[in-house]
């Protein structure tokens, strides 16, 4: 793609997530940045209000593109590097552009949270992409960077402190503020609704290596009910993102070559606080989760206000065990609220790690921990509001 006329094409640019990830590439590689970028949606009327409302060059080119033609959208890649797609439920609206994609030898890049459907595309598209060329990306915000990294950046630390990789890492969610995205609430809907079809579906939903065709590892906590996390002193609740984050991290060990072992156990929690109190506070966790998917919630194209934004953030501690019972800790820090504000910068960060920095890496359909490693760690930290930090 050394011809294409665009570095990055935002598709989805005049939905919620789609225009802040414009508006975070029109603040920070504008003119002057070298970085060539367009919008692309199905109005270019409405992509036009968008680029004026986030105050984006007049001059950023637009492209009219739809999920529901496969022609557009092979007009859309052949332009592009890198295609950024934040047109969710990837499982309704993203097979045909992974395809295009695939075929084409494009950089593809999304927020999916959707662990069936991504392993129907590795099985679909991960041969071609490697033929061609293309670097297919899946999850590149808050599912999963901050996890997948999380545990990436603590086995760093613990390679240097014990000489090796930890077998036993947990995820603890310390804090989190703001909201899940409509479109992560849709997925959900669309995966349960694809899953009451087809019920070959639900094995892939329960597998923690789902992700990993060909090797299955240790059997792995369920995570599925509160319990007393004896090591910390603390009660813990199910997280509503961990289906998807844990099998990120296991395809990034088994992508990378198992640096973290082939017995390695990881499972996520949100701690709720000691003493009965914990116990209550991780009891209202799970009946929170059980309304996420309901009526209540954020539609796709709907978020919060700049404010409710730039007030979020999110905690989460990474403990890695080894098997002596010595410990490590790390944490990972994000300065917006998990949802849109971060997920924006994160998912816009890839896609300039990838085509400016990562020549080196190979076609296929990879996790961006595996693709990006340390450098997309350097440009989350200088560039995204991330904190990567061992913890004493």
Avoid at 149 to 156: A, D, E, R, W
Avoid at 248 to 271: A, C, I, Q, T, W
């Amino acid at each position: 793609m050394t011809q294409a006329k665009f570095d990055v094409v935002v598709y989805g640019a005049s939905g919620f997530t789609g225009r802040l990830v414009a508006e975070y590439l029109a603040a920070h590689y504008g003119p002057g940045s070298n970085l060539k970028w367009a919008m692309a949606g199905r109005s270019r009327d409405k992509l036009a209000a968008v680029r004026d409302e986030i105050g984006a060059p007049k001059d950023t080119p637009l492209i009219e593109a739809d999920a529901s033609d496969p022609a557009s959208l092979k007009a859309l890649v052949g332009q592009t590097k890198a295609v950024l797609t934040t047109v969710g439920p990837y499982q309704l609206y993203g097979s045909e552009l992974v395809a295009a994609c695939a075929a084409s030898g494009t950089d593809y890049l999304d927020l999916c949270g959707e662990p069936a459907w991504m392993r129907q595309m590795i099985d679909a598209h991960h041969a071609k992409a490697q033929s061609t060329g293309a670097r297919i990306l899946f999850s590149c915000g808050f599912d999963s960077i901050p996890f997948e990294f999380g545990v990436f950046f603590l086995q760093g630390a613990a390679k240097k402190q014990f000489g090796a990789a930890v077998h036993r890492v947990k995820g603890r969610v310390r804090k989190m503020k703001g909201t899940f995205s409509g479109g992560t609430a849709a997925s959900l809907k669309a995966t349960y609704a694809a899953a009451a079809k087809d019920l070959s579906i639900v094995p892939l939903l329960k597998n923690p290596f789902a992700l990993t065709p060909g090797f299955e590892g240790p059997k792995q906590p369920p995570g599925n009910k509160p319990l007393h996390d004896d090591e910390l002193g603390m009660w813990v609740a199910p997280f509503v993102m961990a289906t998807i984050n844990t099998r990120n991290v296991h395809r990034s060990n088994f992508l990378m070559g198992f640096p973290y072992g082939k017995d390695f156990v990881y499972d996520e929690m949100m701690l709720a606080g000691p003493g009965e109190k914990g116990e209550a506070t991780a009891r209202a966790i799970v009946a929170a989760n059980a309304a996420m998917g309901g009526p209540g919630g954020p539609k796709p194209g709907e978020g919060p206000s700049k404010e409710e934004r730039e007030t979020g953030l999110y905690d989460i501690l990474f403990v890695g065990v080894t098997l002596d019972g010595r410990q490590i800790h790390a944490s990972v820090k994000g300065d917006r609220d998990p949802g849109y504000g971060s997920t924006s910068k994160m998912i816009a960060e890839c896609a300039v790690c990838l085509v400016r920095e990562a020549q080196d890496v190979a076609g296929g359909i990879w996790t961006p921990g595996a693709a990006l490693g340390d450098r997309l760690i350097k440009r989350l930290e200088d560039n995204a509001g991330l904190q990567f930090t061992v913890e004493g």
